[in-house]
């Protein structure tokens, strides 16, 4: 059987390892999404605009995590999960 090398590894010589730093950037993304939902920008007691029936605040928050849902898919596609623990399984 022959080494299995992830995306880039001919690069780097690491299997995984642009996967790896790909999927620190999406949950780098992920937690920039988290801060930006909370409406940091609003004035206190400042009037909201209604975007889709709700104030804009809630629909910022929602778009954010709605799209930090999207990269935690993405990052958990990237992510490889053994199917046994180490030293069970047939190949052991």
Known sequence: MGVQRGVGAERSGRPGSARRALRRVLLTGIAALYVLSIPWYREGGGPSELW???????????GCYAVAALLNAVAWL????????PGEGPES
Request: glycine letters at 6%; a negative charge; charged letters at 15%.
């Open 52 to 62: 889709w029936g709700l104030p804009d605040w809630v629909a910022v928050a929602l």
């Open 78 to 85: 990237l992510t490889e999960v053994p199917d046994a623990a």
